[in-house]
């Protein structure tokens, strides 16, 4: 078991959890952020990499990629801890005299972080991706459920599985640097965006509907694949984008008030009803919330700026502007 003491462990690694580890650097505060996914980025990484995000500030538009990039690239010089492909479940406190309760969390790969405070930014809980029904067995040697680096697939027989906007977007992405790509989907209708379907329909990109993948062949890698129509495949990379399901899951357990059921209670500051524990992003629960990327980091710098007083009740709740001191290094 692994052990890991900081100031404030961030539950949840999308755009709001890695903006409140950049702004918990400003308040000096050492920082760990957990996140079940095996990268940072959450439901945009998972959902819409490529696609262009027109409502946060300062950016006209820009790419779920690009702006996951930019936001790890913003909270580098403080060294937040990515604990990534960990789930966040059992939470201990030990009381200290005169002092608030330091927060103890388990995740599911037995690391245990000591905080003062914690964040939770988990959008709308933890993600598990939907498995194929065959080739689990070559998970990390051909089969993933994410595309990080499109790097790995040049020169690659690749096959896309799924109809939403992952699938076709990886399936747009890939296609100039990939030796062949196929997308296969169950149905003949597509959930994507209709624009990035004819996009897709307009490029070399194979299309399979009413197609499923029931068995995956090959020795220490990915080789081929078989489909439910009786075609095989030549495959290298094989990309299950079939989408997520998503709850709470150990947070219940945690003793917070929900609201409808998934949701956490907050206050204006973004404090939960559990001393310590804070929350903002979607999983943020409030009369009047819009959940938009832009209000959760608004809400999320309210909620680191209101833990660094939390730690320290003699803290200043107002950090100054960012213009007023020198740039991080």
Same mark, same amino acid.
């Not at 329909?201 to 129509?229: F, K, M, N, P």
């Not at 009803?273 to 999320?300: C, M, Q, S, T, W």
């Not at 100054?320 to 290094?329: F, K, L, R, V």
């Given at each position: ?14 755009? $709001? ?9 400003? &308040? ?36 779920? &990629? ?27 406190? $030990? ?61 690659? !027989? ?6 939403? !906007? ?14 062949? $790509? ?16 004819? &996009? ?13 993948? $029931? ?30 399901? /998503? ?9 917070? !008030? ?12 973004? &404090? ?14 409030? !009369? ?26 003699? /803290? ?12 991080? /290094?």
């Amino acid at each position: 078991m692994s052990a890991l003491d900081v100031d404030v462990l961030i539950v949840g690694a999308g755009p $709001v959890g890695l903006f409140g580890a950049y702004y918990a650097g400003v &308040r000096g505060l050492h920082t760990a952020v957990v996140d079940s996914l095996s990268q940072v980025g959450g439901q945009v990484s998972a959902m819409y990499p490529e696609k262009e995000i027109f409502d946060v500030a300062g950016f006209p538009a820009v790419t779920g &990629r690009r702006l996951i990039a930019n936001l790890v690239a913003q909270a580098a010089p403080y060294e937040p801890a990515y604990l990534l492909g960990e789930e966040a479940q059992r939470l201990d406190r $030990v009381p200290r005299d005169g002092r608030p309760d330091l927060l103890v969390v388990k995740t599911s790969a037995g690391t245990e972080i000591t905080a003062g405070a914690v964040i939770v930014t988990g959008g709308i809980g933890t993600f598990t991706p939907r498995p194929l029904p065959a080739g689990e067995e070559f998970l990390g040697r051909g089969l993933e459920y994410f595309v990080p680096d499109s790097a790995d697939y040049a020169g690659k !027989d690749v096959v896309v599985v799924g109809g939403g !906007d992952s699938a076709v977007d990886w399936a747009l992405m890939l296609q100039p640097i990939a030796k062949t $790509v196929t997308l296969v989907h169950r149905r003949a209708a597509f959930r994507a965006h209709h624009g990035s379907v004819e &996009r897709l329909r307009a490029s070399s990109v194979e299309i399979v509907t009413d197609a499923q993948v $029931v068995a995956t062949l090959g020795g220490h890698g990915l080789e081929r694949i078989e489909l439910s129509t009786g075609h095989t495949l030549p495959c290298q990379r094989l990309v299950a984008a079939l989408g997520f399901t /998503a709850n709470l899951g150990p947070l219940r357990e945690w003793g917070l !008030d929900l609201h409808d059921n998934r949701h956490l209670v907050a206050d204006s500051a973004m &404090r939960t009803n559990v001393p310590g524990i804070f929350a903002a992003g979607d999983i943020a629960g409030y !009369d009047g919330k819009v959940r938009l990327i832009a209000v959760g980091f608004g809400e999320v710098a309210t909620a680191v700026n209101n833990a660094a007083v939390h730690l320290d009740p003699a /803290a200043q709740l107002f950090p100054g502007h960012s213009t007023d001191g020198p740039p991080p /290094a």
